[in-house]
């Protein structure tokens, strides 16, 4: 994790930011896992942990932010794709607050 990669946002709309922190895997797996944090009343509260699945080489996530949504992204393998060269599209996933938690809202599947 590098502390200057943090992204901080209102997302909840109570006027706090929140971190969006990545996690990088220090090697050629870029960011392995994307963490939501926010502070309240009960204190840091996890909001949402995506970690990359396989079909991602457990690597290669990313967050950005759009507007109010949140999205998620990694790049799919196929079963013999390098590291430097999946095949299999760009897997997006994106997150908004409903007033109680950042829920899915969608997900999409962009092809090559």
């Known amino acids: ?15 706090v930011e929140e971190a969006i922190v990545s996690v990088d ?10 963490f939501v944090f926010g502070y309240g ?21 990313r967050a950005d932010l ?7 992204s990694w790049p799919v ?4 794709d390098p590291n430097c060269c999946p095949t299999g599209g760009i897997r997006e996933r994106y997150y908004q607050w409903d007033g109680n938690a950042l829920v899915l809202e969608r997900e999409e599947l962009t092809e090559p």
């Open 77 to 80: 393998y196929g079963p013999n």
């Open 41 to 61: 009343a009960g204190g840091l509260r996890e909001l949402l942990r995506e970690v990359a699945p396989a079909e991602a080489y457990g690597g290669h996530i």
């Open 25 to 34: 895997s220090g090697g050629s797996g870029g960011d392995f896992a994307v």
């Open 1 to 15: 994790m590098h502390p200057e990669a943090i992204v901080y946002a209102d997302l909840t709309d109570d006027g």
């Open 66 to 72: 759009l507007d109010s949504e949140i999205r998620i």
